[in-house]
T-cell receptor, first 113, second 111 residues
């Protein structure tokens, strides 16, 4: 039973355009959300996070939006660059319960020239 | 640079032959994790240490064991690898249980 769902296995976006990666969660106890980026043959690297007390967090070209009522978050990358081609994992945590985060299956983003 | 190091990067073992994967960190984080990731799947948490406290996931097979002799090192022992254990094994660390820092992973092949 997946608690964190990334329903798009892959996404192709033209270089320079906006990439939007989506994530849904089912556990209402989750209050902290993270995005990780993974290149082939490397471990995931932390990209950006958001606490449930916020609905938006921005870091350079990356913005994460959180819609708590819909249990939905999205990662926006603008403008998309060739180096953004990677697998993006959405993850969620319940900060007052344990030290674990639950990952989604990932979305492979292809940036097209 | 502070980092999470995993050795070896690639490991080939025979069916049923015990294998140990290692992880070390220079971040001085108190939490260390082991994940198993198969192709197109989410990383699956096997267990984690909060300091010396070991936390096993309920669905982690008994075939998988872990040791953390000190803050910097953590080992994953697979006592009798099966073909289904072929995967990428990821070690991660965290200071606060939220943001986790991953090593590059060890890809295990079972022949």
């Amino acid at each position: 039973d997946q608690q964190v769902k990334q329903n798009s296995p892959s996404l192709s976006v033209q270089e320079g355009r906006i990439s939007i990666l989506n994530c849904d969660y089912t556990n209402s106890m989750f209050d902290y959300f993270l995005w990780y980026k993974k290149y082939p043959a490397e471990g995931p690297t932390f990209l950006i996070s958001i606490s449930s007390i916020k609905d938006k967090n921005e870091d350079g070209r990356f913005t994460v939006f959180l819609n708590k009522s819909a249990k939905h978050l999205s990662l926006h990358i603008v403008p998309s660059q060739p180096g953004d081609s990677a697998v993006y994992f959405c993850a969620a945590s319940s900060t007052d319960r344990d030290d674990k985060i639950i990952f989604g299956k990932g979305t492979r983003l292809h940036i097209l020239p | 640079d502070a980092m999470v190091i995993q050795n070896p990067r690639y490991q080939v073992t025979q069916f049923g032959k015990p294998v140990t994967l290692s992880c070390s960190q220079t971040l001085n984080h108190n939490v260390m994790y082991w994940y198993q990731q198969k192709s197109s799947q989410a990383p699956k948490l096997l267990f984690h240490y909060y300091d010396k406290d070991f936390n096993n996931e309920a669905d982690t097979p008994d075939n998988f064991q872990s040791r953390r002799p000190n803050t910097s090192f953590c080992f994953l022992d697979i006592r009798s690898p099966g073909l289904g254990d072929a995967a990428m094994y990821l070690c991660a660390t965290s200071r606060d249980g939220l943001e986790q820092y991953f090593g590059p992973g060890t890809r295990l092949t079972v022949t």
